[in-house]
């Protein structure tokens, strides 16, 4: 009887996972495992579907924010995969990059609002621990906002707060008063053509 | 930075004037001004040429002397750069570039004299601090020191009398009565004065310096009643402020009541009181950072803050001396400001420029050079919109409470002179490029949370990276901190000369 029981367990759980690898994108390759950003989400991490998402951290030459390819939890609906996505991106960066998010931040919550504004709310680490310089300002604030915006079309903008207050700035430079939409030109060094034109 | 409170103890008495019979050989003696104050420096002639006995400008800059006596040359050390001197020359080596002096050096027994433009010309490029010498008064300033010359001359008219003072460089001052007294008293460390005896003494009785080393106090006559001032831009930064002293006896129309508003006598002509368009009246200098909000930390424990208000306090004292602009900082001490105070200060004394200093820093101990900020309104969105049309919100104003601004965002503020902004940052970016290390990333724009309320082009300049350990060094040396110093005034300059400011009407 147990041993039925068994059998039918696993036969369903193999045809979840089945179903799941036709609905979820795949990461093709191999590919380090993504960092757990909790000890449930390390146990789970065999067994759980996964999505490709571009997350962003520092470069060698601490100059630019680039877009890396790395594997997040899948998440549904899509508050809990801004969720699995940000704490990724709160998580160690992988070598050679610098985690644009001072350590030991952690994600006391997110809401996604009807309108595709969501609100990202960091522990206090996110300031205390931080650099206090104003590029890496830029680099924690937009690696947040372009990690949720370029992954989940549905999220637009992202404000965010810390220790559940909104705040003017994380650390004196970067206006965080509104929400921010996606912006990419800190991903690489290109010059800012827009400057010359004093635009 | 020495407190600006040592400056108090400078007195000059560098007026015009022949000195005392001198002795054969001998001239008058300069007085050297700096933070520190005054102290008297002598001169004497020699072939015809003023000299400065070296051992004396060796005591005042900490030079050290090494004579070779074989080759007949002098080697003086400044800091870490070296001039060398040849006996029969009016040439000297400054770090390996030549320059020419007006007389070769002279010896008289052990002591060795150089012409008195050694110190601009020779040691001037070998310090880190500015020397100017100023012959006709006497004066040699050392540092950023503030010390505008005044000169004074009167003229009758009519029955009244004028006073014409012409301040160079153009120098913030006011003036009050105190009992029979007028009193000028200016923004400076102190005064380069060349003041006329009264040619009026029922009027003005005497004019002299006042009782502090940066005021210039007229002594009123039994007959005096009224006065009048205006001031009138004067050529090259120089201003001119203009006293009308008007007497009892004069033909005045009404009796003049005591004090302001006065009413002139008919026939004193009609004073021009107008500001050139196109110049720089007032620079705001934001020092980032400040009290319990420290800013960036260097790995030897240097504080952002710090290095923000060293570098702002040169800045001002050198804006002044040089251009005559006035130039107020958001903060002169360690005092916490919120970021919405600082473009209030600038707002509120309607500055025609804002400045604020930083130091950067990053998780890379390696990344190093100055970057400059301007804003950026993208990240403002609709917002941004709403201010182009022109919709009005509340400000907080400089010592509390909120007030509408003449109707004006502060994202509109900044708005407006997105276009200056960006010019101003340029300049800014190509001016440091050439006296600091530059960033990859050396001019950008962002939505920075101190720029957008400014009223005014504006721009943030982080000066290097503090967390980088060599940049820590820079960072907090006087070297460093001049070579900055001395880009920003150069693209102040160069700013002023090119953009005649353009507010849209009504916004200022």
Excluded at chain 1, 122 to 127: A, D, I, K, T, Y
Excluded at chain 2, 310 to 330: C, D, Q, S, Y
Aim: with cysteine; glycine share 8%.
């Amino acid at each position: 009887m147990d041993r039925r029981i068994a059998i039918i367990a696993t036969l369903i759980l193999a045809a979840f996972v089945a179903v799941s690898m036709l609905v979820v994108r795949r990461s093709r390759g191999p590919s380090p495992a993504p960092p757990a950003a909790s000890p449930e989400a390390a146990a789970a991490t065999a067994a759980q579907p996964k999505i490709t998402a571009t997350l962003y951290y520092i470069s060698e030459d601490g100059l630019s924010l680039p877009g890396v390819q790395r594997e997040v939890p899948f998440g549904d609906p899509i508050v809990e995969q801004a969720r699995r996505i940000v704490e990724v991106q709160l998580a160690p960066a992988p070598a050679p990059y610098a985690s644009a998010i001072p350590a030991g931040t952690k994600l006391r919550a997110l809401y996604v609002g009807d309108r595709g504004d969501a609100f990202v709310d960091l522990s206090g680490e996110v300031r205390t621990a931080h650099t206090g310089g104003a590029l890496d300002e830029l680099f924690t604030t937009y690696a947040i906002v372009n990690a949720l915006t370029v992954n989940l079309p549905a999220i637009t903008r992202v404000q965010l707060l810390v220790d559940g207050k909104e705040v003017d700035t994380l650390v004196g430079h970067v206006d965080l008063r509104r929400p921010l939409q996606k912006n990419l030109k800190w991903t690489s060094l290109h010059p800012d053509a827009e400057a010359a034109e004093g635009r | 930075m020495r407190a600006s409170a040592a400056a108090a103890v400078l007195v000059l008495c560098a007026l015009g004037g022949a000195p005392a019979a001198q002795a054969p050989g001998s001239a008058a003696p300069y007085t050297v001004l700096s933070r520190e104050g005054r102290r008297p420096l002598a001169a004497r002639v020699m072939a015809g040429q003023e000299m400065f006995a070296l051992d004396e400008l060796a005591r005042l800059f900490n030079l050290t002397i090494r004579e070779d006596a074989a080759a007949g040359g002098l080697t003086v050390t400044a800091g870490n750069q070296t001039i060398v001197l040849s006996a029969g020359q009016s040439l000297a080596s400054v770090s390996g570039r030549l320059i020419s002096l007006p007389a070769p050096p002279a010896h008289e027994g052990r002591t060795w004299y150089v012409p008195v433009d050694f110190v601009t010309r020779a040691l001037g490029p070998a310090l880190t601090t500015r020397v100017e010498l100023r012959k006709p008064s006497r004066l040699l300033l050392i540092g950023d020191v503030r010390a505008p010359r005044v000169v004074g001359r009167m003229d009758p008219l009519g029955s009244a009398t004028r006073l014409t003072l012409d301040i160079a460089p153009a120098t913030p001052h006011t003036i009050s009565q105190e009992a029979q007294r007028l009193i000028v008293k200016f923004e400076a460390d102190t005064l380069d004065v060349a003041l006329p005896a009264s040619t009026s003494p029922d009027l003005v009785q005497n004019i002299h310096q006042g009782d502090t080393p940066s005021s210039i106090a007229i002594d009123l006559g039994p007959k005096f009643a009224t006065f009048r001032t205006s001031d009138v831009p004067g050529d090259r930064g120089a201003g001119r402020l203009v006293i009308d002293i008007a007497g009892q006896a004069t033909e005045v129309t009404q009796p003049t009541p005591p004090g302001p508003p006065a009413q002139p006598p008919t026939e004193i002509p009609p004073l021009i009181d107008l500001v050139p368009s196109g110049t720089l009246r007032a620079i705001v200098i934001d020092a980032g950072h400040g009290g319990n909000e420290p800013g960036a930390k260097g790995p030897g424990g240097a504080l952002e803050k710090d290095v923000t208000l060293a570098v702002a306090r040169r800045l001002k004292g050198t804006l002044e001396g040089r251009l005559g602009i006035r130039v107020i900082l958001t903060r002169d001490g360690d005092a916490t400001m919120g970021l919405d105070e600082r473009a209030a200060v600038a707002n509120n004394n309607k500055a025609d420029l804002f400045v604020s200093l930083h130091a950067n820093a990053s998780m890379r101990p390696g990344v190093s050079g100055a970057e400059v900020f301007y804003l950026s309104l993208d990240e403002y969105g609709d917002a941004a919109q709403r201010v182009a049309k022109g919709d009005s919100e509340s400000l907080p104003v400089f010592g509390g409470g909120n007030r509408d601004i003449e109707m004006i965002l502060w994202e509109m503020a900044q708005a407006r002179y997105i276009q200056e902004s960006a010019a101003l940052a340029q300049g800014v970016e190509s001016a440091l490029r050439e006296h600091v290390p530059m960033s990859a990333r050396a001019i950008q724009r962002a939505p920075l949370r101190v720029l957008v309320g400014a009223n005014m082009p504006a721009v943030l300049v982080e000066m290097g990276f503090i967390t980088n350990a060599a940049q820590e060094k820079q960072l907090t040396s006087d070297d460093f901190q001049n070579r900055v110093v001395q880009a920003l005034v150069g693209a102040i300059t160069r700013f002023r000369d090119a953009h005649v400011p353009a507010p849209v009407s009504g916004a200022r």
